[in-house]
C-alpha cells in the first residue's frame, strides 16, 4: 500500500525555455477575444511599417551626401527634398513605434492580469498539503517576479529582441545588394560573434543571477515569517537571532550581487571589443572602396550609419538577453505552480449538495499520511440533524483531521463520508464547503476591519445582518463602545483583539454565513474559564436546531452533547452520553477523572494565592 505522501501532487516534469513561451502563447493570442487579437494584429503591422522605414532611413541620408557632393548647383533644391524626406521617415519610425506600442499596451496587460489570477486562483485550489509545506514569502515573490516575466518578455522579446534580428537580415541584404558579398559578410559575422559571446557570457552568468533570486526570496521568507511572529520573537528575546538569519541570506545575495557585476564588466568588454573591430574593418574597406572610385561619400555614410543603427540595440542585448532568461525563469517557476495538480478535484459531471436536513454520517472511515501510521482507522459516526456529537481524546488521536476530512481539504483513503446521505467526494467541494461552518481554535483574522472580517462569512450580506451576527455572537456592545466600531482595524492576524474577541468575531462570522452543519474545532480550549464560558453559551445559541460537531479536549465543555465519541490512536473505542461513558469506568471516565482533579488542584492554587496576598495586605500597610 503506497503512502499519500508518495501519492502527493508534483510538477509534471521539467520545463524549459520553449515550453515556457507554449505556456504564455495563450495569454498573448487569447481565445474567444476578439479585441486582443486585432491589437496583436495591428501591432505586428505597426512594428513591420516602423522596421521598414527604420532600414530605409540611412538610404535617404546616403542619397543627399551624395547630391550635396556630386552638384553644388542643386544644393538648395534636391538635398533640401530628400533631408525633408529622411527627417519625415525619422519621425514616422518613431510615431509608428509609439502606436506600436500603445496599442499592444492593453494586450500586455490582459496578459499579466489573467495569468496572475489564474495562478492565484489556482492556488487557492491546491490541497492543504501544499500550503502546510509552502514559504508564502517565497510564494508570493514567485507570482510578483512572474507576472513581471511576462510584461517584460512580451515588451522586449517581441518589440525588440526579433526585430533586431529582421533588421540585421535586411542590412546585410542591403550591404549585398548596394556594394559587394563582403560587406554583406564581414557585417553578419560581426553581429554573429557579437550575439554569440553576448548569450554565451550570459548563460555562464546566470547562475549568479538565480543564487540571488533564492537568496532575495529566502531573505524576504525569513523577514515575513519572523514579523509575523513578531510577539514569539520578543517571548524569547531572539531579535540578533532573527536578524543573523536574515543577514545570512543577504550575505549570500551580496557574494552572488558582486560576482554577478565583476561578470557584466566582462561581458562589456568582449561587446566593446567585437563591436570596434567589425566597424574598423568596414570603415577600412569602405575608405578603400571611396578610394578607388567604386563607392561614394555617400556610400561610405551609409555603412557607418546602419553599422551605427544596428549596434546601438545591440548594446542592449546583454541586458535584454539576461532579463528574457531571467523573465523566463520567473515565468517558468509561476507557470510550474500552475502545474501543480490540485489533488482534490470534483468530478466532471459532479452535482450540487442538497442539503435535507444536515446529517452527518462517518462509514468506516480510514486516513494516513504515510501508510504506516493510521491517523484514523475505521471510525464509523453519525451526526443526526439537529443533534450536537462531541469528538474527544487525547491529543493526536486524529480529532481536528474529522473536520478536514469533511472540509474535504484531504479525501478519505478507506471508507466514506456523507452528507444526507450523498459522499462528499461525488458532489462539488464548493457546495460542500457552503454547507459547513467552523469556528477554529486558532481563529485567524484578515487585517482589516471588524465589518470585513464578520462579513467574510457572507459578502454580500448587508450592515444590518453584520450587526444581528454580532449581537447573537455577543460582541456587538464591544464593537460598539470602541472609538472607531465595526471600522476598527483588528492588525495582522487580529493580535489586537483578545483571544475571547476573536473567538466571538469567528462566530459572529459563522453565524452571517449560515450554514447547516457547524464543526466547533476546541473553539475555547486557549480560553480563561469565565471566557470560556460566555463563549460556550453562545455556542450553544449558534448550534440550536442545527447539526454540530464538537471537537473538543477539556471534556467539561461537551457533557451536554447528544452524544460523545471517545478517540484513542484514531480508532473509536467508546460512545455514549457523558453519563453513560462515566458508567462504563473506561477511557473517558479515566480522561474525566484526570482533568478534575487538574480543576482542583487549579482551585486549591488560586485560594492560597488569594489568602497569600490578604495577609500580605496588612503587611504592606504598616
Same mark, same amino acid.
Given at each position: ?56 532611413? $540611412? ?291 459532479? $452535482? ?271
Amino acid at each position: 500500500m503506497r503512502s499519500l505522501a508518495a501519492d502527493a501532487p508534483k510538477n509534471k516534469g521539467p520545463r524549459n525555455d520553449l515550453r515556457t513561451l507554449k505556456t504564455l502563447m495563450p495569454y498573448l493570442w487569447p481565445k474567444n477575444a476578439l479585441e486582443m487579437r486585432t491589437r496583436v494584429i495591428i501591432a505586428v503591422l505597426f512594428l513591420s511599417l516602423a522596421k521598414g522605414i527604420n532600414v530605409g532611413v $540611412p538610404v535617404l541620408y546616403k542619397m543627399a551626401v551624395d547630391a550635396i557632393s556630386d552638384n553644388a548647383a542643386s544644393i538648395v533644391i534636391v538635398p533640401v527634398g530628400i533631408l525633408v524626406a529622411y527627417g519625415l521617415a525619422r519621425v514616422m519610425a518613431l510615431a509608428f513605434g509609439e502606436f506600436r506600442d500603445a496599442i499592444f499596451a492593453k494586450v500586455a496587460q490582459r496578459a499579466i492580469r489573467e495569468a496572475g489570477l489564474k495562478t492565484f486562483r489556482h492556488l487557492h485550489k491546491l490541497a492543504l498539503r501544499f500550503h502546510l509545506d509552502r514559504q508564502t514569502g517565497g510564494l508570493s515573490r514567485a507570482v510578483e517576479r512572474g507576472t513581471k516575466g511576462i510584461d517584460f518578455l512580451l515588451n522586449f522579446m517581441l518589440f525588440n529582441v526579433l526585430p533586431t534580428l529582421l533588421e540585421i537580415l535586411l542590412v546585410c541584404a542591403i550591404m549585398w545588394g548596394l556594394f559587394n558579398f563582403w560587406f554583406a559578410l564581414v557585417t553578419f559575422i560581426t553581429v554573429s560573434t557579437y550575439i554569440y559571446w553576448t548569450v554565451a557570457v550570459t548563460d555562464w552568468r546566470l547562475k549568479y543571477r538565480r543564487t540571488m533570486n533564492k537568496m532575495d526570496g529566502e531573505a524576504n521568507t525569513k523577514a515575513i515569517d519572523s514579523l509575523l511572529n513578531y510577539e514569539t520573537v520578543k517571548y524569547f528575546g531572539n531579535e540578533e537571532h532573527e536578524s543573523r538569519r536574515f543577514d545570512q541570506a543577504l550575505r549570500s545575495y551580496e557574494t552572488a550581487a558582486v560576482k554577478s557585476k565583476v561578470s557584466l564588466s566582462l561581458l562589456n568588454v568582449g561587446q566593446g571589443a567585437v563591436i570596434s573591430a567589425g566597424m574598423t574593418i568596414l570603415m577600412i574597406m569602405a575608405g578603400f572602396g571611396v578610394q578607388d572610385g567604386t563607392m561614394t561619400l555617400g556610400d561610405f555614410v551609409l555603412v557607418n550609419s546602419y553599422l551605427i543603427q544596428l549596434f546601438l540595440p545591440l548594446n542592449f542585448l546583454g541586458f535584454v538577453y539576461r532579463e528574457i532568461k531571467q523573465s523566463l525563469t520567473d515565468m517558468d517557476e509561476m507557470f510550474g505552480l500552475l502545474e501543480r495538480e490540485t489533488e482534490i478535484d470534483d468530478k466532471s459531471d459532479a $452535482p450540487e449538495l442538497s442539503i435535507t436536513g444536515g446529517e452527518v454520517i462517518f462509514e468506516n472511515v480510514s486516513f494516513y499520511y504515510e501508510a504506516k501510521r493510521l491517523i484514523l482507522n475505521d471510525v464509523s459516526l453519525a451526526v443526526k440533524p439537529g443533534q450536537t456529537v462531541a469528538i474527544v481524546g487525547p491529543s493526536g488521536a486524529g480529532k481536528s483531521t474529522i473536520s478536514r476530512l469533511l472540509y474535504r481539504f484531504y479525501d478519505v483513503t478507506g471508507g466514506r463520508i456523507l452528507i444526507d446521505g450523498q459522499d462528499i467526494r461525488d458532489v462539488t467541494q464548493d457546495s460542500v464547503r457552503s454547507a459547513i461552518g467552523i469556528v477554529p481554535q486558532d481563529t485567524v483574522l484578515f487585517n482589516d476591519t471588524i465589518y470585513y472580517n464578520i462579513a467574510y462569512g457572507r459578502p454580500t450580506a448587508s450592515p444590518s445582518e453584520i450587526e444581528d451576527a454580532a449581537r447573537l455572537a455577543s460582541i456587538h456592545d464591544f464593537v460598539s463602545d470602541l472609538p472607531e466600531g465595526y471600522n476598527t482595524r483588528v492588525g495582522e492576524r487580529g493580535l489586537k483583539l483578545s483571544g475571547g474577541e476573536k473567538q466571538r468575531v469567528a462566530i459572529a462570522r459563522t453565524i452571517l454565513k449560515g450554514p447547516e452543519i457547524l464543526i466547533f474545532d476546541e473553539a475555547t480550549s486557549a480560553l480563561d474559564t469565565h471566557t470560556e464560558k460566555e463563549i460556550q453559551r453562545s455556542l450553544r445559541d449558534v448550534a440550536e436546531e442545527r447539526t454540530a460537531l464538537v471537537i473538543a479536549h477539556r471534556l467539561s465543555t461537551v457533557i451536554d452533547a447528544d452524544k460523545i465519541i471517545v478517540l484513542e490512536n484514531g480508532s473509536v473505542v467508546e460512545r455514549g452520553t457523558h453519563a453513560e461513558l462515566l458508567a462504563q469506568k473506561g477511557t473517558y471516565e479515566a480522561m474525566w477523572a484526570r482533568q478534575q482533579e487538574a480543576e482542583k488542584a487549579k482551585e486549591i492554587l488560586a485560594r492560597n494565592l488569594d489568602k497569600a496576598e490578604q495577609v500580605s495586605k496588612p503587611e504592606a500597610a504598616e
